[in-house]
């Protein structure tokens, strides 16, 4: 069975601070996926990597994909409180179905 | 607005009612998916349409029941539920083609069982 896990799964920052979450596994996937929740919405995706050693950014949103593709990083710099909400990893299986594996999420509060 | 749209967005029902979620995807997409989401837990795949076949169903109790008339709507008929299986359920849709299946979600549908 493959797993993800995210960490923290609380963080509570200020406004400005930098952070980082990651999300680990022990098995590879053909990608990954950040997607971010809002209370009461359903998750929006960020972005997807596939390439192992694969960066990408999104603004201030820095995302890396593992060299392996067993994990990935999402590192946000100057957090705002509109980034406040769950950061939800989710890796991609080798079914063709598109069976998504989601770690249990970063709720993060970024205080003004 | 992601184009997966579902109804209700708040259900409140006894464990002796039917009712039904419904999703509708307007993104021309071939695969679409119930998820169930509960606090402090990882969101859990429920069942799979990939063009209007179910492909996986997840050891999902029988009191769900999932309907996939068209490749653009997606039902979850409940009926007997338990309170423990108050949860949000998101409908997600996805067009698989290769690696870069992007899956898209509706906004969920809160579910309250009483």
């Known amino acids: 069975t493959q797993l993800l896990e995210q960490s923290p799964q609380f963080l509570s920052i200020q406004e400005g601070e930098n952070l980082t979450v990651y999300c680990n596994s022990s098995s590879v996937f053909s990608s990954l996926q950040w997607y971010r929740q809002e209370p009461g919405e359903g998750p929006v995706l960020l972005v997807t990597?596939?390439?192992?050693?694969e960066v990408k950014k999104l603004k201030r949103l820095t995302f890396q994909f593992g060299d392996a593709r067993k994990d990935s990083s999402l590192h946000i710099t100057a957090a705002q409180p509109g980034d406040t909400g769950l950061y939800l990893c989710?890796?991609?299986?080798?079914?063709?179905?598109?069976?998504?594996?989601f770690g249990q999420g970063t709720t993060l509060q970024v205080k003004p | 607005e992601t184009g997966v749209t579902q109804t209700p967005r708040h259900l409140v029902m006894g464990m002796t009612n039917k009712k039904s979620l419904k999703c509708e995807q307007h993104?021309?997409?071939?695969?679409m998916y119930w998820y169930k989401q509960s606090a402090k837990k990882p969101l859990e795949l429920m069942f799979v349409?990939?063009?209007?076949?179910?492909?996986e169903n997840n050891s999902v109790p029988s009191r769900f029941s999932p309907e996939c008339p068209n490749s653009s709507h997606l039902f979850l008929h409940l009926h007997t539920l338990q309170p423990e299986d108050s949860a949000l359920y998101l409908c997600?849709?996805?067009?698989?083609?290769?690696?870069?299946?992007?899956?898209?979600f509706g906004e969920g549908s809160w579910l309250t069982v009483v």
């Open positions: 989710a890796g991609r299986g080798s079914s063709n179905t598109g069976k998504l594996i």
């Open positions: 993104l021309g997409h071939n695969a």
């Open positions: 990597v596939v390439t192992g050693g």
């Open positions: 997600a849709s996805s067009q698989v083609t290769g690696n870069r299946n992007t899956i898209y």
């Open positions: 349409y990939s063009l209007e076949e179910r492909v």
